[in-house]
């Protein structure tokens, strides 16, 4: 258990980058008030918690409507990871965990941006979906492993709200070489767990003898 809780939370902080998120928030919100600001980091938390627990809960059903095997599921979710865990270590952004320059764009002039660009892709992006679903499946439906993945998952998503509360100071204390430092020591981390993915879902796949 305590190892499925070491895997989920890096995975999960990986993938949503609570200090990418508050860095970008801070200054996407410049302009709003204290209230505003505190209004929006509640909103866009409570809509991402929703969506990624949703995944995560419900995933599994979707992929056996979708008749897609978890070994599958394993392969492309490693694949996406270590996708995710690349644009960290090489400290770019190719919209897999952030947003796109278009979307950036069309950020800046809408008034609320707690659903979008704030709550989905940055904090409920591909990635992050993605890693709900193939940690939930990796369980083997043991409870206390489910609960572990759910708890890393609230805790990151918890570390994510207080890191928006205080998104300015961050910004200031970090800086972009500070945030970059963090990225990839996580973003190694990530890369090297995808791998791991990849090789268990070919593992499991049936393609290659054992």
Known sequence: MT?????????????????????????????????????TAVRAVILASCLLFAFALFGQVLLDRLGISIP????????LLFLVGLDMVFARHSGVASTTPDEDREARVRKDIAVF??????IAGPGAIGAAILLMTNTGGDLYQQLAVMASLGVVLLLTLLLLLVSGQ?????????????????????????VQFVFDGLKESGLFPT
Do not use: K
């Open 170 to 194: 961050v910004h200031r204390l970090l800086g972009v070489t500070g945030m970059n430092v963090v990225s990839r020591i996580f973003g190694v981390l990530l890369t090297a767990l995808a």
């Open 72 to 79: 599958a599921l394993r392969t492309a979710g490693g694949i």
């Open 3 to 39: 190892e499925t809780l070491i895997i989920a939370f890096t995975t999960f902080f990986a993938t949503i980058g609570p200090v990418d998120v508050a860095v970008v928030y801070g200054a996407l919100s410049r302009e709003m008030t204290s209230d505003q600001r505190r209004r």
């Open 117 to 122: 660009p704030l709550a989905t892709p940055l």
